[in-house]
């Protein structure tokens, strides 16, 4: 580049040389894309692009590729005008768009500076709202009402829409003109607006957005919470306050090519060398509890939770059946504990390691946070969509603490995201459906502050059955007294402070500290594998590992669904399990497999979920007055023995009515009553407030209940 100062108030630029031309793109078409443009020659599609790898043009002239991304406008054009210069076997010319892809430099939005404006750039993101897809004029057809004449004016690029103010009829009079639709040239447009990535942020930074337009064939393919890359020129526009133009811009792209990560975990690239690493490390007889040592080692026990939660990371397999049921492979998992037991930090620490994971607090979070907002677009005043935490965690891991604490018009939006997988919007007239394909793990409080191991759990959160029963895995957390757990606790907890103010230490001038003394003390908190490495490690599991299960594992799963099935064919027999719980076996089976890259599920695998299924089942599931597991206790937060003795006291209530009439029956005879059915007293005061909360009786005064 030659630089012209001859002018003390101004610098001259002129470019050396000029590689980019007709016949050069010409040249490059014809060696590397030839097929591709033959087929667009005898497509029938209206609008057509030529999508062309970068590297391709790295290979074909070096100086060609670097042109591309300094000066994109002119460059593109020239590549779509050599188009129709291409020799075909078929006698018809090519007109396209060309897209180019596979830029090797991906940017942050907040990377972006000035030297960056009129450069091609690429940017990874997440869709956060679309705008809906409209024509947009860029070749305006005007007819002159005096003489007829049609003058054509371009408005691309413009921003305003330009009218012509004179007729070659008549220059010396301002001109009335008519725009003449059939004669314009329109084309599809589109605005979408993307946010970072979640796992791209450092702690407490914002993430930021960008406008980008879409025209075309792109216009109407992305959807809000899916990643995508988009490559395209970062164009400005000068900001305008009520005293007129300022001396700030605002930034803006116009989109050449958008490219979408299908995959989960799409954006960690695995070398040959980690490959190597991941396939050595799954030949590991222990590779079980290295994973589950690597999940949270700061946090001392929780053994049979990590495991869960290693499940939940790789998952269970998405079954597309041929009726068009979609039967999901995320797991669910929910942590209901004491408070101070650590529940936040396993959640914060999972959705680190997740390549893909959101958190967010029930406390803090709206149905519309979660799900979907309607919000007012800037650019058109119309209503679009903006993407929520659920929809941003499509295909991770949406982690939700103090999901108890959420308002019951809020949480009722999770019904739908955790079986179905999808967010149905019906906001500000719009209807559509959005993806939220992603693992939920929740944290949840017991309502009285502490757990009481007596008491029914459906009672004692509070969380609609309905909605505790989508969770494959529930794990209550009880900080018990105990001598030689709370020494190892305590010295696990010490050894990680320890380690700490090592490394604080360390780091001051003429530090006395070593690196072998600083090693030794980072042990007892060390992951057996190294988080980069696990998150690879997953995302390798979740890409490439598809295991069938086994005849052998089918029978094993069958034979303990039907025992546990089996005593509730007795008559006022409780039920142990549902197909609910079976597709969760079945999901952690596959999951368990995936962990040792498998493909294929074998009994071990469904003994070690068994064991795993079986613990949550028994911390929620058991009836504490039988002793016998029962699956209504979750479902419909009622058991079996709890719903004869409410359905007895009913009919006490209904007995003793005849004799006391309209004005009610005495709390005090009610219990007394009860009482000879061998109930007691704050049992039957439980379940008069329940029947009375289901409507089944109502108290017309205080201290006497009807029936309904």
Known sequence: MVVYSHFPECVIVVAASIVSSKQKWKEFFTRYYKPAIQQLAVSDARTKSLTVEFQDIVKFDVRLSEELLSNPGKVLKDAEDALPLVDLPVKRKVSAFVRIVKIPRKMQVRDLRSDHINT??????????????????????????????ILYLPQEGTGKFLEPSYCPCNEEKKGVFRLLFK????????????????????????????????????????????????????RSIQKINRDGKTVYFDIYMDCNSIEFEEQEFDELEITPEDEEAILKLSRDPNIFKKITNSIAPSIYGYDEVKEAIALQLFSGIVKNL???????????????????????????????????????????????????AAVKDDFDGSWTLEAGALVLADKGIAAIDEIDKMKPEDRSALHEAMEQQSISVAKAGILATLKCRC?????????????????????????????????DLIFILQDKPDEKRDASIAGHILKSHYAGELNAHKLVDNSSITDEALAEAMKPIKPDIDSNLLRKYIAYAKRKIFPIMTDEARERITKFYLELRKPGEAENSPIAVTARQLEG??????????????????????????????????????????????????????????????????????????????GGVPLDKIIEKAGEHGMAKDKVEKEIKKLKEIGEIFEPRVGYYSHT
């Open 183 to 234: 004669e314009s040239t329109f084309e599809d447009y589109q605005r979408i607006k993307i946010q970072e990535s979640p796992e791209d942020l450092k702690g407490g930074e914002q993430p930021q957005t960008l406008d980008i337009n879409v025209s075309n064939d792109l216009a109407g393919i992305a959807t809000p919470g899916e990643r995508i890359v988009v490559n395209g020129i970062l």
């Open 120 to 149: 091609f750039v690429s940017i990874e993101g997440t869709v956060r709202k679309i705008t809906d897809v409209r024509p947009r004029i860029i070749n305006a057809a005007f007819e002159c009402a005096r003489c007829g004449n």
């Open 322 to 372: 041929p009726d068009g049921t979609r039967i999901r492979g995320d797991i669910h998992v929910l942590l209901v504990g004491d408070p101070g037991i650590a529940k936040s930090q396993i959640l914060r620490y999972v959705v680190n390691l997740a390549p893909r994971g959101v958190y967010a607090s029930g406390k803090s979070a709206s149905s519309a946070g979660l799900t979907a």
């Open 585 to 662: 076996l079945v999901r952690l089976s596959e999951a368990s497999a995936r962990m040792r890259l498998s493909d294929r599920v074998t009994p071990e695998d469904v003994e070690r979920t068994i064991n795993i299924i079986m613990t949550s089942l028994k911390q929620v599931g058991m009836d504490r007055e039988t002793g016998k597991l029962d699956i209504d206790i979750l479902t419909v937060g009622v058991g079996k023995s709890q719903r004869e003795r409410i359905k007895d006291l009913k009919n006490i209530i209904v007995d003793l009515a005849h004799e006391y009439g309209t």
């Open 439 to 471: 693992a939920l793990l929740g944290a949840a409080n017991p309502k009285l502050g502490r757990f009481d191991p007596f008491d029914n759990i459906a009672d004692q959160i509070n969380m609609p059955p309905s909605l505790m029963s989508r969770f």
